[in-house]
């Protein structure tokens, strides 16, 4: 079986983005509405400054004690985040995000266009589809073997 690639693995490939100066509070509001967790941030048309995640909005704004309507992206953001391409294999982005202690990843294709962003969670229901297959898969062997 072939490995997924990230751009295969996301299940939304629509792009939740925000510019700079948007409030935390807004990039919440949309991140709840659109069911995401993170938000791009974004200078038109195409070029990625940073990335704001729910992470980001526990450490960097409510264990600070900030005014999420007062603080802007731009001040609670990771700067130019790390991206991959829609080729980058799943296990590959992983490591990357073990090694670095992300939870997402920007992807980013041809001509520097944002194609969406893979997130950890994306990594995980082909895998665990396969480990339950092959839990039931060896208790049916033990089964037969008795």
């Not at 935390?24 to 709840?32: D, G």
């Amino acid at each position: 079986m072939a490995e997924r690639t990230v751009f295969q693995s996301i299940p939304k490939r629509v792009i939740l983005s925000l510019t700079p100066h948007a409030s935390v509070w807004e990039a919440a509001c949309a991140m709840t509405r659109a069911n995401f967790s993170s938000v791009l941030v974004m200078e038109p048309p195409d070029k990625v400054l940073g990335i704001v995640t729910e992470r980001d909005l526990t450490t960097r704004v409510l264990a600070r004690a900030l005014d999420p309507k007062q603080t802007t992206l731009v001040q609670v953001m990771t700067s130019n985040p790390l991206c991959v391409t829609p080729q980058t294999k799943v296990s590959d982005a992983v490591l990357i995000m073990i090694e670095r202690g992300f939870r997402h990843l920007p992807i980013i294709g041809p001509d520097h266009k944002v194609m969406g962003v893979f997130s950890v969670r994306d990594a995980l229901p082909r895998e665990v589809d396969a480990a339950l297959s092959q839990t039931e898969f060896n208790e049916q062997v033990n089964d037969a073997l008795g």
